[in-house]
């Protein structure tokens, strides 16, 4: 039953790392940049949510949807503003934009909110669990998570497939010129991009300090995993982003099963396994394809 439990554990795990990576994804997948702000974006959220609910009085629900229409509009300026600039003077150029943010994010947040750890208060809903039989429970937030992390996916691949604007982003990714022969706005098309992959970040990171403590320098970890998971699935793949997620999750407490100490060296090892084995990802689907 230890290692039963091990595993669901795991898939619930799983789900925050997908929720946390589905951003990261998107933005590769459309615009082929790895966004090394993704963490300090996530954090800067969650210090937002708590702010709202702790300073504001603002109900949690609330809270929530100011936070991704922010970080939604920021995504938006931050495209049109920094990241579109960078694209055209080549490959490395939004790697360094990106990390110049992740550092003002950070060094920002220090500055007003101060190195000590937060959290973001659920109530109940934190240690509440539902008992399917003797020695394995589910935790009712672990749960919301990973179903909340399911919808995301789902709808962001919906509206790529589905939608004028999603199907205009991918023929965009496939070929920019050709898009805009066609007379697409890429410029616009990509801020679009950036605005969705922030609002997601937006919320993981609003579901991390709900769930766990947090400081201004927690966005390193929380990029690392998202991009672990990522990688695991496959570059720019939206559900081999949630299948690396799960992946990343039960290795990680199939691991702490085995020795505590050993949980997110197990998850690196995997990730290691897979760039040496299977450099493409379990499913290297393009979110374009």
Not at 2 to 14: F, K, P, S, Y
Not at 30 to 47: K, T
Not at 200 to 217: D, E, K, R
């Amino acid at each position: 039953m230890d290692w039963i439990n091990a595993l669901v554990q795991g898939l619930l795990l799983g789900g925050q790392y997908t929720l946390l990576a589905c951003g990261l994804s998107l933005i590769f997948g459309v615009m082929r940049i790895v966004n090394l702000a993704h963490g300090a974006l996530a954090v800067a959220a969650a210090y937002v949510v708590l702010f709202l609910v702790d300073s504001l009085g603002v109900p949690l629900v609330l809270a929530l949807v100011l936070a991704v229409a922010v970080a939604a509009g920021v995504g938006y300026a931050l495209q049109r503003g920094l990241l579109n600039a960078a694209l055209s003077r080549g490959e490395l150029a939004p790697l360094l934009v990106t990390f110049g943010l992740a550092v003002i994010i950070v060094n920002v947040l220090q500055e007003t909110a101060s190195a000590n750890s937060r959290s973001i208060g659920i109530g109940d809903l934190g240690t509440a669990s539902i008992r399917i039989v003797s020695g394995l429970s589910i935790g009712v937030f672990s749960l919301l998570t990973l179903v909340v992390a399911v919808v995301v996916i789902t709808g962001i691949q919906l509206f790529l497939a589905r939608t004028r604007v999603g199907r205009a982003m991918r023929a965009t990714s496939d070929d920019r010129e050709a898009a805009q022969l066609m007379g697409i706005d890429d410029r616009h098309l990509y801020a679009l991009a950036t605005a969705i992959a922030v609002g997601s970040v937006a919320l993981a990171g609003a579901f991390i300090g709900m769930s766990t403590q947090f400081t201004p320098g927690y966005g390193d970890l929380v990029l690392i995993f998202a991009f672990e998971a990522v990688i695991i699935g496959g570059l720019g793949s939206l559900w081999g982003t949630l299948l690396g997620g799960l992946v990343l999750g039960v290795a990680q407490t199939v691991g702490a099963q085995i020795d505590p100490a050993y949980g997110v060296l197990v998850g690196h090892l995997v990730f290691l396994a897979v760039l040496a084995f299977r450099p493409s990802g379990l499913m290297p689907k393009m979110v374009t394809a």
